[in-house]
């Protein structure tokens, strides 16, 4: 029996507009910033007139790297709600696979946009498994008071110790595939953002994504214990919005590119791995094709990293240990430079900068639950 598991940033999968651009010139659209606009109530009308017309080839690309996974469950990020999500399934993904994410799981987090981390199942796998919802459980209200997590480096980012821990959720939530308990935690850690007085985004923040991590790894603990080596089935699936390594791109498109492996000294991944805890099975791929997102800044500042995990639980990884995950890239802008060996065939309307299905790619794998 096995289970086809997947996770996907679709990239804010919205169902209504976005006008704090009108006053926020880092939300304002690019397109938007080339037209002067007289007032409120005429960009309105532009935003909702541009948020329509590239709406459908997004979601049709974004339908089709899903499709394309395969998956018996699906962990989503960016979601808006439950309404944006039975419009994208009925619209667009019913088209390619027919009825088959029947079972939809989805609840308010604390992100300030309103994106929350979800979760589609199909009945049964493709081997005619029963899949059972059992339960879920939000830890959204969690505080770093509660948790004993405030950590150092907080203080100077604003965050007081009755705030919440999670900038969106912790969601775990119960399933039976075939008769076995999967527990599964769909998180979105925090972004890393740009700079922050000088000091690089993903240093700045990295004190609450290590929170987050250290809150992810202390609610499966508590629930599982301490004893890595016993039988539980759980995975940790999302965008934990960092990296243990990146691929450094030189060069151009004419000259040729160049990707550099590098290692990063401190990464909060490497908290829900120590010990044993947990696996990163991506890190099964080779080195320079663990890549799910494309970053720059222009030609001064460009890597490939792995910001989309599939985090088992060690029973889970022993009992799989030769299973290897599928990363889906045939969505990425035609701009996202590949490694040598790595390029695919873009889908049909893939644009250079835009559409694209999103600007991550999905992880897929194929479980066996014992």
């Known amino acids: 029996m096995s289970l086809r598991l997947a996770t996907f940033n679709i990239e804010n999968l919205m169902n209504r507009f976005d006008f704090s651009g009108y006053r926020n010139e880092l939300h304002q659209d690019r397109s938007l910033a080339l037209y002067e606009i ?5 960009y309105k009308l532009l935003e909702q007139a541009r948020a329509v017309a590239t709406a459908d080839d997004t979601r049709q690309l974004s339908a089709l790297a899903i499709a394309a996974t395969r998956a018996d469950i699906l962990c989503l990020q960016e979601v808006d709600n439950l309404e944006a999500l039975k419009a994208f399934e009925y619209g667009y993904l019913f ?24 979760l589609l199942m ?27 997590l405030y950590l150092p480096g907080l203080t100077e980012l604003n965050i ?26 769909l998180v979105h850690l925090k972004s890393m953002g740009g700079f922050r007085n000088g000091i690089p985004g993903r240093e700045a923040t990295m004190p609450v994504r290590i929170a987050e ?23 940790v699936c999302g965008d934990f919005n960092d990296y243990r390594e990146r691929l450094v791109i030189g060069g151009d498109d004419v000259a040729g590119y160049t990707f550099t492996p590098a290692e990063e000294a401190v990464s909060s991944v490497d908290i829900l791995l120590e010990g044993g805890f947990g696996e990163n099975i991506v890190a099964r791929r080779p080195a320079l094709d663990r890549w799910t997102l494309y970053h720059t800044r222009g030609p001064e500042e460009r890597h490939l990293c792995q910001l989309d995990y599939i985090c088992l639980s060690p029973a889970l990884a022993r009992a ?31 644009g250079w900068d835009r559409p694209k299905a999103s600007d991550h790619c999905p992880v897929a794998v194929t479980l066996d639950v014992v």
Not at 163 to 180: H, K, M, Q, S
Not at 213 to 235: C, P, S
């Open 95 to 118: 088209k390619m696979i027919g009825s088959g994410y029947r079972q939809k799981v989805i609840t308010p987090g604390n992100d300030s946009r309103g994106i929350d981390v979800a």
């Open 160 to 185: 007081q110790p009755q705030d919440r821990i999670f900038r969106r959720d912790c969601l775990e939530v119960d399933v039976r595939v075939g008769g076995r308990p999967l527990t599964l935690y």
């Open 38 to 42: 007289k007032d409120e109530a005429e």
């Open 320 to 350: 799989n240990a030769s299973a290897i995950p599928d990363i889906i890239r045939a969505g990425q802008p035609w701009r996202t430079p590949f490694p040598p060996g790595q390029e695919v065939e873009r889908y049909p309307r893939t």
């Open 213 to 235: 991590a250290k809150a992810v790894r202390r609610i499966i603990e508590r629930r599982f214990g301490t004893d890595h080596t016993a039988r539980k089935n759980w995975a």
């Open 122 to 148: 199909r009945p049964e796998t493709h081997d005619g498994q029963p899949i059972e919802f059992v339960r879920m459980t939000s830890h959204a209200t969690l505080t770093f008071e509660e948790m004993d």
